[in-house]
């Protein structure tokens, strides 16, 4: 079956080359459709000068749009290289049915009347679909056209798209090409009306293809007698020949029609063959979006808790093609995941996005992940949180587009050879960029969240190289007992008690802070990073041997201890010795920030507020009494009151924005 199918295919190139090699230059419009009868009534009265004008307008544009709808090719028209020759055609043919030679040129064929429809920079059906305000057209334009009351609907929407599209002085050639590439796109955009059904509308003629079905009948009627002659002539010379048997002209002439006529039933059978393959493939899409919808159905809670929540925008439901439009067919990959690759977009208004897809066949896991981070993003609100600007669900694939962060992930500048090395001061900025982003989440949701996978790949930059953590789909409720994360950053109590918690993140800050001063990855060599530092951390004179030798020259040492001090605390084995991410940030503020560390250390004292987190600077670590993020909940921090809070990002971040809000955030 298969060997037939591909000589079937050969034979039909071999027969399509030899019919194009005949009619290469001639009109590709079908113009046998129309009923003439109507045209030729309405132009040979010299009182319907405009409505004869507005059947020949009419009969093109049909004739385009089916030539377009037919032929796949979303351009609007025929190939400029066959414009005059479709003009000639369209002119012979209108004096052939009885259209008097003079009201061609009386209503502008070839100047005002076109068979290319360049409208305002757009050439393609797509161009018209997308342009602003097409949809109203679009919603207005459908089956209702048929009624006096829709088809007046469909014009106004029509005459309002074509105002806003051209201007208010834009000459009536203009303005009628752009109304043709219009009707062009209505056309190939709705599926249940034929192009006559929408031209009685659109250009108020009746009757235009009533004879549309009989068309094909009289073409063959008209068909018939002109092969009586070929057989004619063809018997004559068979008379002839029958004295004279050597001669097999007659015979050979017999095979050539054999042959032509399997070569015809073949491709006609091979047409067939590809209809059904392409109905039944259709029909299994039809069936898994069905599944998908289904599917889908089970988060419709987060849009609608958005709007009562009141944030101003809801976010955006892409469809496909602008998925694949804005990554010019997912052509720039950022990165790949365990679900699925980041591409680089760019949306329609020009605004750069970054747009992971999950992967087909997407497990009922990744299902759960794709709707969790959307749930959680919904609700999420942080300068140093990655935002969300859309989504898009169709078939078995599922989209979620953010912010573009123009420097990539932080993993990407500390372990790839092609990038430059990070400034130490670069690199603390980013510590206590992250610092925030997770104080916000352990603090300012309730119940609060946990990260579950804090590491440099899911941390971005922006131009600035200021901070922002990504990637939600394994950040839970502290109920979940699921083990997530990355191996390296996972928190040994996590992984032996199967509970995620706030210290879990905490370890896994440690971890990254520790690959920020050493440049290396988590894992390498299959030892872990916190393993092998740990014999340099409790040695004072080995402290340079952690820093990145890219920056050997640069950085400061005194600094360097305070990272350590942190480090050593953030990686503590229990949890419950581990420091919260507010005495954290109040740490990482007090060695970079001395001015705004006394004055919040004075508001504390003042409102009785003020307790020893255990950080020393003559020690290597201090186990106090502190209260660790084993009960992080009840601590107090520069986040706490609106004083304390505010001066610390004043004096971080000049005049910013604070990171985390003063109330609690429910989710």
Request: hydrophobic letters at 40%; proline letters at 3%; charged letters at 20%.
């Amino acid at each position: 079956m298969r060997r037939f199918i591909l000589s079937l295919a050969a034979a039909a190139l071999v027969l399509e080359a030899s019919v194009l090699s005949v009619i290469a230059q001639d009109c590709p419009l079908d113009l046998i459709w129309s009923n003439y009868t109507e045209i030729a009534s309405a132009c040979t009265d010299k009182t319907k000068h405009s409505i004869c004008c507005r059947y020949i307008n009419a009969l093109v544009t049909v004739s385009v749009a089916m030539y377009a709808n037919k032929t796949g090719t979303d351009t609007l028209g025929v190939p400029p290289a066959l414009s005059d020759t479709c003009i000639s055609t369209i002119n012979d043919t209108l004096i052939s049915k009885g259209i008097p030679s003079d009201a061609s040129s009386f209503c502008g064929l070839g100047v005002k009347i076109q068979v290319v429809y360049p409208c305002q920079g757009m050439s393609t059906v797509q161009d018209v679909l997308a342009s602003p305000n097409f949809d109203d057209v679009t919603k207005n334009c459908n089956g209702s056209v048929l009624v006096d009351m829709g088809c007046k609907r469909c014009l106004n929407s029509g005459l309002s798209y074509l105002r806003h599209l051209t201007g208010e002085e834009q000459d009536n050639v203009t303005l009628n090409t752009c109304r043709d590439a219009a009707f062009v796109a209505i056309v190939n955009q709705q599926s249940g009306l034929t192009p006559s059904d929408m031209a009685t509308c659109f250009f108020s003629v009746q009757g235009l293809g009533l004879i549309q079905v009989n068309s094909s009948s009289a073409s063959i009627s008209v068909s018939a007698p002109a092969t009586a002659p070929v057989a004619v002539t063809a018997d004559a010379p068979s008379n002839r020949l029958i004295a004279t048997p050597l001669v097999k002209q007659p015979h050979r002439g017999h095979k050539v029609i054999v042959v032509i006529g399997i070569m015809v039933t073949g491709l006609a059978v091979l047409l067939v063959l590809i209809l059904i393959l392409l109905i039944s493939r259709k029909r299994r899409e039809l069936k898994s979006m069905e599944h998908t919808e289904s599917t889908y159905s089970v988060s419709p809670h987060i849009y609608a808790q958005k709007s009562q929540e009141g944030n101003s925008a809801i976010y955006r439901n892409f469809n496909y093609k602008e998925m694949r439009r804005a990554t010019t067919n997912f052509s720039i990959v950022l990165g790949r995941g365990t679900n699925g690759a980041v591409y680089k977009g760019q949306l329609d208004d020009g605004s750069k996005v970054a747009i992971r897809c999950v992967r087909k066949n997407m497990t009922k896991e990744g299902e759960e992940e794709f709707c969790r981070e959307m749930e959680l993003l919904a609700r999420l609100h942080h300068r140093h949180l990655v935002s969300l600007k859309g989504f898009c669900s169709v078939k078995d694939e599922r989209f979620l587009v953010y912010e573009y962060m123009e420097k990539g992930s932080l993993k990407d500048h500390l372990h790839s050879s092609d990038k430059a090395p990070l400034a130490w001061q670069t690199r603390i900025q980013i510590a206590i960029d992250v610092a925030n982003a997770l104080e916000y989440l352990h603090f300012y949701c309730d119940p609060f969240l946990c990260h579950g996978d804090i590491k440099s790949s899911n941390v971005l930059l922006d131009s600035n190289f200021r901070a922002k953590v990504s990637d939600f789909g394994h950040a839970c409720f502290a109920n979940d007992l699921k083990i997530h994360g990355t191996p390296g950053y996972i928190d040994p109590e996590y992984v032996a008690t199967h509970q995620l918690a706030p210290s879990s993140d905490v370890y896994s800050f440690g971890v990254l802070l520790l690959e920020l001063i050493t440049g290396k990855p988590a894992v390498s060599d299959g030892k872990n990073l916190v393993d092998w530092a740990s014999q340099l951390l409790f040695d004072a004179s080995m402290l340079t041997e952690l820093v990145d030798i890219r920056i050997i020259d640069s950085f400061d040492i005194s600094e360097l201890d305070a990272m350590i001090e942190i480090i050593l605390w953030c990686t503590q084995k229990e949890g419950r010795e581990r420091p919260s991410m507010k005495l954290v940030i109040r740490m990482l503020s007090e060695r970079w920030d001395p001015l705004h560390s006394e004055f919040a250390r004075a508001v504390e004292i003042e409102e009785g507020q003020y307790c020893n987190y255990g950080y020393n600077s003559g020690s290597r670590l201090s186990k106090g009494k502190e209260q660790s993020s084993g009960d992080t909940r009840g601590l107090q921090s520069s986040s706490s009151t609106t004083r304390s809070y505010c001066s610390r990002n004043a004096l971080l971040e000049g005049n910013a924005s604070p990171d985390s809000p003063r109330g609690m955030f429910s989710l």
